[in-house]
């Protein structure tokens, strides 16, 4: 006969929900800080022939492996989170561990609750010997460990957190190494003043939280540009202080599924065991570059704490099992904005626009998901029409907004300054979905050739060369390469190529000052889009029709202006420009292209 054993355990903080989920969402911190024997653990997705996914873990305790199946873990964002552990064999044959959180007069009231099944002797005399209550104590202190440290590292100031140098290690070998690393840092063009903040962070933050670093997650937390915490990273990398790795991320667990050191050995396509899905890697979307630190500074965990950390999806706002036929509510009010609607097994999507106000019912069929009338305000309204049980999943699509895609990283100026090794494999190619182009190019270019001689004239435009890439750098850019007196550069984005041929514009005058015949007009050509990315020439390269439209733009362009796209355009600083402006707008057919371009010129002609 099946025995069980529930314990129910308290505690409240003076904070609001939002700050107290913060902390419980993250498993992974919270069980490596209670150290109850389980963790750290391995786990192995298991495909059934129904097409689920059965997750087997184990974990040696003393002269005993335990084997388990590991639930997916369910929870409502700000509400509560659940997990099941069904044992194949041990003293018990399940543990269920939950948390929910209630607003109560003064702060958030954390109610913990812990449940063991079992029909052996063994479990009947751990049971009577307190085991389990010994086992379940140390996670509520946990979190109460964890939330002091978090409100502390929220409590500092960011400049007594720069200044104070916390100890690295007792090794003085080490605490030499790390100064001296973090001094290279500071003394190249990437450090950006956040070299000594960078090394307090890997000193004094927990192991676990150390595993998977995303810089533009942190530049949020540290308030700072995200463009200066990247350039930090790449040099701490170069340094040897950081290690970084590609990391092809599942579509739909958003799990990284392939990790690679370095672009060429990255696959072409992925299988995801959790998912049970076939997936091609995505530059725009689904390539991450991610960091940890150098082992010589911190040992990491092998294992996981906790496979499914709602921390560490953040983006999934509610993940709920539901059995056949069976319709579920909870509370929970979403913000406007964008969702994806799914369940955790393969099958069906689909997405929606909520305006913030009522959510559809989600419905689950065999194959497909399917949103339907609105449910109770503030309300999650689910049903499961399958004859399967099935988990339910609602997530942003905004999930990428802190992920370091390799679209966005190898435009930058200190991955290509920092990072040649890193180059795609000779034949391969990847689309790059967004991606602002500069191609500038000399007015008259012959004429001075011929009126202040070769020599004369090629050091002039080496010259140019290096205005041009000193201003290009200052706004994040790349010089891609240059051809005869052009330049090709890219960017991340359109408002940071317009910046850059203003700042062109605007100083080429200074640059002239007291050249006489040698003065020169540059014209520059702008646009965004999509285009491929190639190893070309031992350094990554640009094609495609994005590519061969910024160079017919400067063609179009006179001396002193700046031809640009109606993707240009649509950037605000450019929107900002043109409305001051007055600027009037062109139509004309360009080489190459089959149908007239609208283009607009900026400058003083």
């Known amino acids: 006969m099946t025995r069980q054993k529930a314990i129910i355990l308290e505690t409240h903080f003076d904070r609001d929900i939002d700050q107290v989920w913060a902390v419980l969402a993250d498993t992974q911190r919270l069980n490596q800080v209670a150290g109850t024997g389980f963790a750290p653990y391995v786990a192995e997705d298991v495909l059934q022939p129904d097409g689920s996914v059965i997750r087997h873990a184990r974990k040696k305790i003393g002269p005993i492996t335990l084997r388990w199946r590991e639930s997916f873990g369910e929870w409502v964002e700000g509400r509560f989170c659940r997990h099941v552990r069904l044992f194949d064999n041990g003293p018990f044959e399940e543990l269920t561990a939950s948390f929910r959180l209630e607003p109560d007069n003064t702060g958030t009231r954390v109610i913990c609750e812990f449940l063991a099944r079992w029909s052996s002797p063994l479990g009947d005399i751990l049971a009577a010997s307190g085991l389990f209550k010994l086992m379940t104590a140390p996670v509520v202190k946990a979190i109460e460990?964890?939330?002091?440290?978090?409100?502390?590292?929220?409590?500092?100031?960011?400049?007594?957190?720069?200044k104070r140098l916390a100890r690295a290690a007792d090794d003085a070998s080490t605490e030499r190494r790390l100064e001296d690393v973090v001094a290279r840092i500071e003394a190249g063009p990437y450090a950006h003043d956040l070299a000594l903040r960078l090394r307090n962070f890997l000193v004094t933050t927990n192991p676990i939280r150390l595993k998977h670093l995303r810089p533009l997650e942190l530049a949020e937390v540290w308030d700072v540009?995200?463009?200066?915490?990247?350039?930090?990273?790449?040099?701490?990398?170069?340094?040897?202080?950081?290690?970084?790795?590609?990391?092809?991320?599942?579509?739909?667990?958003?799990?990284?599924?392939?990790?690679?050191?370095?672009?060429?050995?990255?696959?072409?396509?992925?299988?995801?065991?959790?998912?049970?899905i076939d997936f091609e890697r995505d530059f725009t979307n689904n390539v991450e570059l991610v960091f940890s630190p150098s082992r010589w500074l911190?040992?990491?965990?092998?294992?996981?704490?906790?496979?499914?950390?709602?921390?560490?999806?953040?983006?999934?706002?509610?993940?709920?099992?539901?059995?056949?036929?069976?319709?579920?509510?909870?509370?929970?009010?979403?913000?406007?904005?964008?969702?994806?609607?799914?369940?955790?097994?393969?099958?069906?999507?689909?997405?929606?626009?909520?305006?913030?106000?009522?959510?559809?019912?989600?419905?689950?069929?065999?194959?497909?998901?399917?949103?339907?009338?609105?449910?109770?305000?503030?309300?999650?309204?689910?049903?499961?029409?399958?004859?399967?049980?099935?988990?339910v999943v609602i997530e942003s699509t905004a999930w990428s907004a802190g992920a370091l895609t390799g679209e966005k990283v190898i435009g930058m100026r200190a991955f290509r300054d920092l990072c040649p090794e890193q180059l795609l494999r000779p034949g391969d190619d990847v689309e790059i979905g967004r991606v602002a182009i500069f191609f500038s190019d000399l007015k008259g270019s012959t004429a001075l050739y011929e009126s202040i001689g070769d020599s004369r004239a090629f050091a002039l435009v080496r010259e140019h060369f290096a205005f041009l890439e000193e201003r290009v750098s200052r706004h994040g850019g790349v010089?891609?390469?240059?051809?005869?007196?052009?330049?090709?550069?890219?960017?991340?984005?359109?408002?940071a190529a317009m910046s850059t041929s203003m700042d062109i514009q605007g100083e080429v005058a200074a640059f002239n000052e007291g050249r006489g015949?040698?003065?020169?007009?540059?014209?520059?050509?702008?646009?965004?889009?999509?285009?491929?990315?190639?190893?070309?020439d031992g350094s990554l390269d640009y094609?495609?029709?994005t590519v061969n439209?910024?160079?017919?733009?400067?063609?179009?362009?006179?001396?002193?202006?700046?031809?640009?796209?109606?993707?240009?355009?649509?950037?605000?600083?450019?929107?900002?420009?043109?409305?001051?402006?007055?600027?009037?707008?062109?139509?004309?057919?360009?080489?190459?292209f089959a149908m007239p371009i609208p283009f607009a010129r900026f400058g003083p002609n």
């Open 145 to 162: 460990t964890i939330m002091a440290e978090h409100i502390a590292e929220r409590d500092v100031s960011p400049v007594h957190s720069e």
């Open 225 to 276: 540009p995200p463009d200066h915490v990247v350039d930090l990273f790449i040099a701490a990398q170069r340094e040897g202080l950081l290690t970084m790795r590609w990391e092809i991320m599942c579509p739909r667990c958003r799990g990284g599924k392939s990790k690679s050191l370095l672009l060429s050995d990255m696959p072409r396509a992925v299988h995801c065991e959790s998912c049970n």
């Open 298 to 391: 911190k040992g990491l965990p092998d294992g996981d704490f906790c496979l499914m950390s709602p921390a560490s999806t953040p983006h999934v706002k509610l993940q709920c099992d539901l059995g056949p036929g069976e319709t579920r509510q909870e509370a929970l009010s979403l913000p406007a904005g964008r969702y994806r609607l799914r369940t955790l097994e393969v099958g069906g999507e689909c997405e929606v626009n909520h305006d913030g106000g009522r959510m559809g019912e989600i419905k689950v069929t065999k194959a497909d998901v399917a949103s339907g009338d609105p449910a109770p305000p503030g309300q999650v309204r689910m049903t499961n029409l399958d004859h399967r049980k099935r988990c």
């Open 479 to 495: 010089v891609v390469k240059t051809i005869g007196d052009a330049v090709m550069a890219v960017f991340a984005d359109g408002d």
């Open 517 to 536: 015949e040698e003065a020169i007009e540059i014209k520059i050509g702008l646009h965004e889009g999509s285009c491929i990315a190639i190893t070309n």
């Open 543 to 545: 094609f495609g029709g």
């Open 549 to 592: 439209l910024a160079a017919r733009l400067q063609s179009e362009a006179r001396g002193g202006e700046i031809v640009l796209s109606e993707d240009i355009a649509a950037n605000p600083l450019a929107r900002r420009l043109l409305k001051d402006s007055g600027v009037k707008w062109e139509t004309g057919m360009l080489a190459g």
